[in-house]
């Protein structure tokens, strides 16, 4: 009896392992069978394609629109901050180069100030320049009241540019070095020989064509040479001795050899420039 229900356990595993294997086969028939699928799958798999697409074509739409109207945000906001950071660079540059301009300006003063210890000197800004005497008058805004006086010599940068001729309360008018006025008073000056007596002469015109300055009624130029120093002498009480005036660059001779003119390239741009200072000897020049 209990072999009989030993093997009828048996038969049992035996037709179920039969018919997995037989389901296994069926199936991997199927999967492998490259015809179309049954007509009740196929219908179910049609149909949950269409509802899969109905379902998801909004749900992407609203994504897609969504995420487009987001990019317009921030390329908005991308494009209006750099046009901020575009004007912010554009007036930085333009401060930048003013304070650069500004402080070049001031460091020469600076420079300048600190070899005049022997005088007091009165820092200035230039007004106005009339383009029609420019080479011969300028306007700075400080007169009187500042302690300016007639005939006090001015610098800017390591040279000097010219001589106040006319004071008011708060301004002054500044005769240029490079006047072509016949009767301007013109500047005593000297050249610095190495180890000799130094050439003395007047400051007598400007050359517009070589941008320098002509100094005659000289005594001899027999040791003038390019490069050298030339400086007011403090000859007629005027001007203090020792200011920069320029740097030889030709000595021109005349018909018969002597030493008619030379000429001086200024220290100072004598075109450009909006600071100036004023040499003020302690004394009474008028």
């Known amino acids: 009896m209990n072999k009989f229900f030993s093997n009828k356990k048996l038969i049992i595993v035996m037709v179920t392992l039969i018919a997995v294997f037989g389901l296994l086969s069926v ?9 179309a699928p049954v007509f009740v799958q196929r219908f179910g798999n049609d149909a949950l394609g269409i509802v899969g697409r ?7 739409g609203v994504r897609n629109v969504s995420a ?13 901050a750099l046009k901020a950071q575009i004007q912010d660079l554009a007036e930085t540059k333009v401060e930048n180069q003013t304070l650069k301009n500004e402080n070049r300006a001031l460091k020469k003063q600076l420079k300048l100030n600190a070899t005049l210890t022997d005088y007091t000197q009165i820092s200035a800004a230039v007004m106005s320049r009339s383009p029609v005497n420019w080479q011969n008058y300028l306007l700075i805004n400080r007169g009187s009241a500042a302690g300016l006086k007639k005939n006090m010599p001015v610098m800017s940068g390591s040279g000097l540019i010219g001589r106040i001729v006319e ?51 000289l005594v001899t130029a027999d040791k003038v040479k390019k490069g050298q120093k030339v400086v007011t002498s403090g000859l007629g009480g005027l001007t203090p001795a ?9 000595v021109k001779d005349d018909d018969y050899g002597l030493a008619s003119t030379i000429y001086v390239k200024p220290a100072a741009n004598l075109n450009n420039f909006t600071v100036v200072t004023v040499i003020d000897r302690g004394i009474d020049d008028d």
Do not use: C, H, W
Not at 27 to 34: A, M, Q, T, Y
Not at 54 to 60: G, L
Not at 242 to 250: D, E, F, N, P, S
């Open 27 to 35: 199936s991997i028939g199927l999967r492998d069978n490259r015809k």
């Open 54 to 60: 109905v379902i998801t074509a909004p749900v992407n």
């Open 68 to 80: 487009n109207i987001q990019d317009l945000f921030n390329t908005y906001d991308e494009n209006k």
């Open 167 to 217: 004071v008011n309360q708060t301004n002054a008018k500044v005769e240029l070095i490079s006047s072509d006025n016949s009767s301007s008073n013109r500047f005593a000056a000297e050249v610095s020989i190495d180890g000799g007596t130094p050439v003395s002469g007047l400051i007598t015109g400007y050359d517009t064509e070589t941008a320098t300055l002509k100094m005659g009624r």
């Open 242 to 250: 020792g200011l920069l005036i320029g740097t030889v660059v030709k």
